[in-house]
């Protein structure tokens, strides 16, 4: 379960919070041991209970210790505590979604709607010199084992305002039970069925909070999401973690995101995530059109094809970059001195030594991009026609072979590749040009020899 802290609290059940400014000097009151009543717990007596909970809140109902190191307040209430001259303070709580802890005019104040044992430790020059617990309990004793007989009873009649109320109480009494998730989803799944969009984004928020979710558990969510809210928020980057996910959870997320007008950066890398496990002419048109409209002509022109005998290759590191993404890392290339461009220009030699070509030609055309006069990337057009050469696109290689000049050391055998491109296209007049001019321009290396040699071939 995922623990989150936050300096307010009743988020998602009272919604409000009061001012901490607004707080008053505490009276010096010392109260005495304090007392559960007893409780008819039906669900008109869950909602007083609540009742009262909130009017402990709104009325920032308080209850001040002088000496007591193990103080005792009802939820909701303040506990009120003086300190001087403390640095700081440590604390050791439940799992609970949230609480108050602060230190104003001398004075500690906590405050939690969530029963359970808070331990603070004060701290002065690196030296903890108070420590208290305080125990923050329900005003009235409620049996466990009644009141998940209450949820189930409500969960069964479909009694949507009841369930939610008895769920509610039942995370403020017993906030690290291991059935708060079955619960949560009862009520999520009861206001998807009724269409109450104000629980069910509640619900769906608090679980993807707290606990680890499967397959059908997530898709419930994003499908919920999808339809009974139609968000067009971009997908949180945790269900994008393709590796990770099922397969099933993989195939929900993509037909989502394939019906979106304008999927975001992440969501199209997840796309082509999708590719690396199945290449489809529909697929690799669909991310060319997304990414021309992020205005990422690169990669939009890597993934259009007509032709679905030379689908582009797969990015194979694209899974990498989302897992590095779904775990907060940091994926920026380190410029130091150099230029970006021979930073991204050295990147895709090494992926082209390693035969990545995908990963060559993205890389490249972004160093290209850039347009920042680097001396090297002066042979970027050479291994990009040669990335697009080895990947069977011929178009693309003739094309960027085309852009090698005269100066460049690569100048012989761009010519021979066109050559053997323009063959293989059925352009033999174009091709026996080439070879010729090869044979003639350079004799002596070894494309001068090949370029004879293929010309006895195809005469």
Known sequence: ??????????????????????????????????????????????????????????????????????????????????????????????????YDAFIKNDYFYFRSIYQGIYSFSFIKNNEIIKTITINNISRYKISKNNLENMISENNTIKDLENLENSVKLFRMLFPENIKNKDFSLDLLNLSLEQSDKLIFKRESNYLENNFELDT??????????????????????????????????????????????????????????????????????KISEFYGKLNNPTKANYYKTDNSFLLPLPIDS?????????????????????????????????????????????????????KDNSSEIKNADYYLGMSYYNSNNLEKAIEKLSLVTEDNENYPESLYRLGELYAKQGNKSKAIILFNKIKDLYPKTIWGRKSSIYLLKIN
């Open 1 to 98: 379960m995922k623990k989150f802290l936050y300096l307010i609290i009743l988020t998602n059940l009272f919604y409000s919070c009061q001012n901490l400014n607004t707080i008053k000097q505490p009276k010096i009151i010392e109260p005495s041991i304090l007392v559960q009543d007893n409780f008819i717990l039906n669900n008109s007596g869950i909602k007083y209970f609540l009742d009262v909970t909130k009017d402990n809140i709104k009325n920032k109902n308080s209850r001040t210790y002088l000496n007591n190191t193990n103080p005792e307040i009802y939820l909701g209430e303040y506990a009120v505590i003086p300190v001087k001259e403390i640095d700081s303070f440590s604390k050791k709580i439940p799992n609970v979604q949230s």
């Open 216 to 285: 059908m558990e997530k898709i419930k969510i994003i499908g919920g999401k999808n339809t009974l809210l139609k968000e067009k928020i971009p997908f949180s980057i945790e269900y994008l973690n393709f590796q990770d996910n099922s397969k099933e959870l993989n195939d929900f997320i993509k037909r989502i995101v394939l019906n979106k007008e304008n999927p975001n950066t992440q969501e199209l890398m997840f796309l082509e995530a999708c590719y690396t496990e199945e290449r489809t002419l529909e697929l690799a048109n």
């Open 318 to 370: 694209i899974i990498v970059e989302l897992k590095n993404l779904s775990s907060s890392k940091n994926n920026k290339i380190n410029l130091s001195s150099e230029s970006e461009s021979n930073i991204l220009y050295k990147k895709a030699l090494n992926f082209y030594k390693n035969k990545s070509y995908a990963e060559t030609i993205l890389t490249l055309e972004k160093a290209k991009l850039l």
